[in-house]
């Protein structure tokens, strides 16, 4: 079937790789002295090259944003929904560049790639990298692009992060922020989910200190664990009972310990497809990368004197039931962008998909996102 | 565009100031004022409808319900002025929320329509009615208006919290002003502008 990929797609889409043989210093204190980005791009770039926009990836996405690698693809990119002509984030518009980050497992340069230092694989020696390396590295990659300005730089969750990040780092390089369901820092809740997560993949027997791939194996069970504890998270009480309630998988009790309903069946499957796609130290450093960030730190810890430079105006929305970003911690951000005088709206959308709402097509949500892009 | 009320508010609002505006709607208000006043700030609006309109019209606008406080987001003292235009009425405490505003402004502007408009009287007193007016277009059951006042009610409230009146302008629902409605504003004007601040 052919007729999937709709006008209103992107259509058939490359990654492509660039090689950036610039020195990253990072904030950890080593250095990357030259690393690989994969990326997509949808559009064009305009003459003026004022028309590109950067996505920005949370934990577990990758460059892959929108359209399909090739006609018998089961999905597009993970947020098909926002991008593509027409859409929000429209390519008739704009030149949208998705990468992903450094120290995914995806095809950029982490810990399953080779150290041209040692030719040996990086596993767990690749370092760890924070938000403000990410940022450091897509400023790189919009040098190579030719990109002197973003239009606007775009994240949910830990992209929304780099997004901020972004506008503290670059302010003569941003024009537009849009941080959805997103925070200036975690909450020690949320810091504490990353932990169970991180000890669930470390304690794994086929761990082995993270060099499993040296062992053929891969530590299957913690990294399931993880990301069902992460995908738990990520849903609503609401969204779950309206999902998959109590349900049987097979209409009876079967007074064991497999699986009886629905719920645990659906959350096997997706650790079960998540192993299959996604690098267990990878994992590790995207969740250090979110327990880390904090901008205030620096700023005696008032966020808003982090704003007090940035020259971006600021979209922030975030979602009634999403708890594990909350809607308070985007108070926080507007309440400190307010104070820093800067220019910010804030919407507050109602949905009952939980965190993973910034994925979903809701249609306030898309019409916020098409109202603040007809500005940009 | 030309609203009088508009027109009133941004005479007495100084070029270059900053204000925050208080169920802001689809951000006219706001918009006018920086087309004609230069003024920056914020929008705070509950309905997400009115939202889209406002960001559509660049406006910054803050998705909320004053009703839960705005120290939520501002510090004190932070605006030149907070205007709140034909919402007063739909607070939960509106003695609570002019002191608030008060608190994040120097100055407060509300605009609301007067329950001591002759024909509200008529309509209560004499036919025994909740009054229905182009002001106050909603009936009893299904009206956003959970506070109605008189302007002598609002003037004593200011009183009470030690607010002083600077400006005050009465006009009918037509948004022009009339000669009774000067002579007598409290029985024959429909909708009130004050400017006030802190004693």
Same mark, same amino acid.
């Given at each position: 079937?052919?007729?999937? $990929?709709n006008?209103n *797609?992107?259509?058939?889409?490359?990654?492509?790789?660039?090689?950036?043989?610039?020195?990253?210093k990072?904030?950890?204190?080593?250095?990357?002295?030259?690393?690989?980005?994969?990326?997509?791009?949808?559009?064009?770039?305009?003459?003026?090259?004022?028309?590109?926009?950067l996505?920005?990836?949370?934990?577990?996405?990758?460059?892959?944003?929108?359209?399909?690698?090739?006609i018998d693809?089961?999905?597009?990119?993970?947020?098909?929904?926002?991008?593509?002509?027409?859409?929000?984030?429209?390519?008739?518009?704009?030149?949208?560049?998705?990468?992903?980050?450094?120290?995914?497992?995806?095809?950029?340069?982490?810990?399953?790639?080779?150290n041209?230092? =040692?030719?040996?694989?990086?596993?767990?020696?690749?370092p760890?990298?924070?938000?403000?390396?990410?940022?450091?590295?897509?400023?790189?990659?919009?040098?190579?692009?030719?990109?002197?300005?973003?239009?606007?730089?775009?994240?949910? *969750?830990?992209?929304?992060?780099?997004?901020?990040?972004w506008t503290?780092?670059?302010?003569?390089?941003?024009?537009?922020?849009?941080?959805?369901a997103?925070?200036?820092?975690?909450? &020690?809740?949320?810091?504490?989910f990353?932990?169970?997560?991180?000890?669930?993949?470390?304690?794994?027997?086929?761990f082995?200190?993270g060099?499993?791939?040296n062992?053929?194996?891969?530590?299957?069970?913690?990294l399931?664990?993880?990301?069902?504890?992460?995908?738990i998270?990520?849903?609503?009480?609401? *969204?779950?009972?309206?999902?998959?309630?109590?349900?049987?998988?097979?209409?009876?009790?079967?007074?064991?310990?497999?699986? +009886?309903?629905?719920?645990? *069946?659906?959350l096997?499957?997706?650790?079960?497809?998540?192993?299959?796609?996604?690098?267990?130290?990878? #994992?590790l450093?995207?969740?250090?990368?979110? +327990?880390?960030?904090?901008?205030?730190?620096?700023?005696? +810890?008032?966020?808003?004197?982090?704003?007090?430079? =940035?020259k971006?105006? #600021?979209l922030?929305?975030?979602?009634?039931?999403?708890?594990?970003?909350?809607?308070?911690?985007?108070?926080?951000?507007?309440?400190?962008l307010?104070?820093?005088?800067?220019n910010?709206?804030?919407?507050? $959308?109602?949905?009952?998909?939980?965190? +993973? &709402?910034?994925?979903?097509?809701?249609?306030?949500y898309?019409?916020?996102?098409?109202?603040?892009m007809?500005?940009? | 565009?030309?609203?009088?009320?508009?027109k009133?508010?941004?005479?007495?609002?100084?070029?270059?100031s900053?204000?925050?505006?208080?169920?802001?709607?689809?951000?006219?208000?706001?918009?006018?004022?920086?087309?004609?006043?230069?003024?920056?700030?914020?929008?705070?609006?509950?309905?997400?409808?009115?939202?889209?309109?406002?960001?559509?019209?660049?406006?910054?606008?803050?998705?909320?319900d004053?009703?839960?406080g705005?120290?939520?987001?501002f510090?004190?003292?932070f605006?030149?002025y907070?205007?709140m235009?034909q919402?007063?009425?739909?607070?939960?405490?509106?003695?609570?929320?002019?002191?608030e505003?008060?608190?994040?402004?120097?100055?407060?502007?509300?605009?609301?329509?007067?329950?001591?408009?002759?024909?509200?009287?008529?309509?209560?007193?004499?036919?025994?009615?909740?009054?229905?007016?182009?002001?106050?277009?909603?009936?009893?059951?299904?009206?956003?208006?959970?506070?109605?006042?008189?302007?002598?009610?609002?003037?004593?409230?200011?009183k009470?919290?030690?607010?002083t009146?600077?400006?005050?302008k009465?006009?009918?629902?037509?948004?022009?002003?009339?000669?009774?409605?000067k002579?007598?504003?409290?029985?024959f004007?429909?909708?009130?502008?004050?400017?006030?601040?802190?004693?």
């Amino acid at each position: 079937m052919t007729n999937k $990929i709709n006008d209103n *797609s992107v259509g058939i889409v490359k990654s492509k790789t660039v090689e950036i043989k610039q020195n990253l210093k990072l904030d950890c204190g080593k250095d990357l002295k030259n690393f690989s980005l994969v990326y997509e791009t949808y559009g064009e770039l305009n003459s003026e090259k004022n028309n590109a926009i950067l996505i920005c990836h949370a934990l577990s996405g990758d460059h892959h944003a929108a359209g399909y690698y090739n006609i018998d693809d089961r999905k597009p990119g993970w947020w098909d929904s926002c991008i593509g002509p027409g859409k929000p984030f429209d390519t008739n518009k704009f030149f949208i560049v998705s990468l992903n980050n450094l120290g995914g497992c995806m095809g950029s340069t982490g810990p399953n790639t080779i150290n041209s230092e =040692t030719g040996l694989e990086y596993g767990p020696d690749f370092p760890i990298v924070t938000v403000n390396d990410w940022v450091n590295s897509q400023k790189l990659l919009a040098d190579y692009l030719n990109i002197n300005k973003w239009a606007c730089v775009i994240g949910g *969750s830990l992209g929304g992060m780099q997004a901020l990040q972004w506008t503290i780092s670059y302010p003569d390089k941003i024009k537009n922020a849009i941080v959805i369901a997103s925070a200036a820092k975690l909450s &020690a809740q949320n810091i504490a989910f990353n932990e169970v997560a991180r000890q669930a993949i470390i304690t794994d027997p086929e761990f082995h200190d993270g060099r499993y791939n040296n062992y053929n194996v891969v530590p299957k069970r913690g990294l399931s664990i993880a990301r069902m504890l992460g995908h738990i998270t990520y849903l609503s009480d609401d *969204s779950m009972r309206q999902k998959f309630g109590r349900d049987l998988r097979e209409g009876k009790l079967h007074f064991g310990y497999d699986v +009886d309903f629905q719920v645990e *069946s659906y959350l096997r499957y997706q650790a079960q497809a998540f192993v299959e796609r996604f690098d267990a130290n990878t #994992y590790l450093l995207m969740t250090k990368a979110l +327990d880390y960030f904090d901008p205030a730190k620096e700023y005696d +810890d008032d966020l808003s004197k982090a704003f007090q430079n =940035t020259k971006s105006r #600021y979209l922030v929305v975030s979602f009634t039931s999403d708890w594990r970003f909350s809607s308070s911690k985007s108070h926080e951000i507007v309440k400190s962008l307010v104070k820093a005088r800067k220019n910010v709206s804030y919407s507050e $959308i109602e949905a009952n998909h939980g965190h +993973d &709402a910034f994925l979903m097509p809701i249609p306030q949500y898309l019409e916020v996102l098409r109202n603040f892009m007809e500005n940009v | 565009m030309d609203r009088k009320d508009f027109k009133i508010i941004s005479e007495w609002i100084k070029k270059d100031s900053t204000v925050l505006d208080l169920g802001c709607g689809d951000s006219t208000l706001l918009k006018y004022l920086i087309v004609n006043k230069n003024v920056s700030g914020y929008g705070f609006e509950k309905n997400i409808q009115k939202v889209q309109e406002s960001i559509k019209k660049n406006i910054n606008v803050i998705q909320a319900d004053f009703n839960i406080g705005l120290e939520k987001y501002f510090n004190s003292n932070f605006f030149d002025y907070a205007i709140m235009t034909q919402a007063l009425q739909e607070n939960k405490n509106p003695d609570h929320i002019i002191l608030e505003m008060l608190r994040v402004a120097r100055e407060g502007i509300v605009t609301f329509p007067n329950m001591g408009f002759w024909r509200n009287r008529f309509q209560l007193g004499f036919l025994g009615r909740m009054p229905v007016s182009n002001a106050l277009p909603n009936d009893w059951y299904n009206t956003p208006n959970i506070h109605l006042c008189t302007f002598s009610d609002f003037e004593n409230l200011c009183k009470s919290l030690e607010i002083t009146i600077i400006e005050k302008k009465v006009l009918n629902d037509k948004y022009s002003s009339n000669f009774l409605a000067k002579l007598l504003p409290n029985l024959f004007g429909e909708i009130a502008l004050y400017k006030f601040k802190k004693e």
